[in-house]
Nanobody, 129 residues
Framework: QVTLVESGGGSVQSGGSLRLSCVAS??????????MGWFRQSPGKEHEGVAA???????KYSEFVEGRFTMSQSGSNRALYLRMNDLKPEDTAMYFC?????????????????????WGQGTQVTVSS
């Protein structure tokens, strides 16, 4: 099981930027054995996939954030980042880091909530107009 802890959320005005962080740890956790993604959830809505790693330095993005958000990993691959630029009020949500074991030998960049097994507690992002 992987423990995920997010940080970096906050309140910004429209057009502002934030960088979210997610630190992964746990017994038996090995970075390259897990596929990682970022999701968000607004009140009354289901989790929405935001970005997911395909391979080192390559990620798939939701159409709603493509070109504004960038996902990356630390050198040790134990930390995951989401750089969010040009934030909009509709980006307001709780943001979650998620992971699932890479049993296929590759990560597909899945943005499906059901593919992910381990979840962090989330960090709130609020964007005001």
């Amino acid at each position: 099981q992987v423990t995920l802890v997010e940080s970096g959320g906050g309140s910004v005005q429209s057009g502002g930027s934030l960088r979210l962080s997610c630190v992964a740890s746990g017994y038996g956790y090995t970075p390259n054995k897990y596929c990682m993604g970022w999701f968000r959830q607004s009140p009354g809505k289901e989790h929405e996939g935001v970005a997911a790693l395909i391979r080192e330095k390559t990620a798939k993005y939701s159409e709603f954030v493509e070109g504004r958000f960038t996902m990356s990993q630390s050198g040790s691959n134990r930390a995951l980042y989401l750089r969010m630029n040009d934030l909009k009020p509709e980006d307001t949500a709780m943001y979650f880091c998620a992971a699932y074991e890479n049993i296929r030998g590759y990560c597909s960049g899945s943005l499906k909530q059901s593919d992910y097994v381990d979840w962090g507690q989330g960090t709130q992002v609020t964007v005001s107009s």
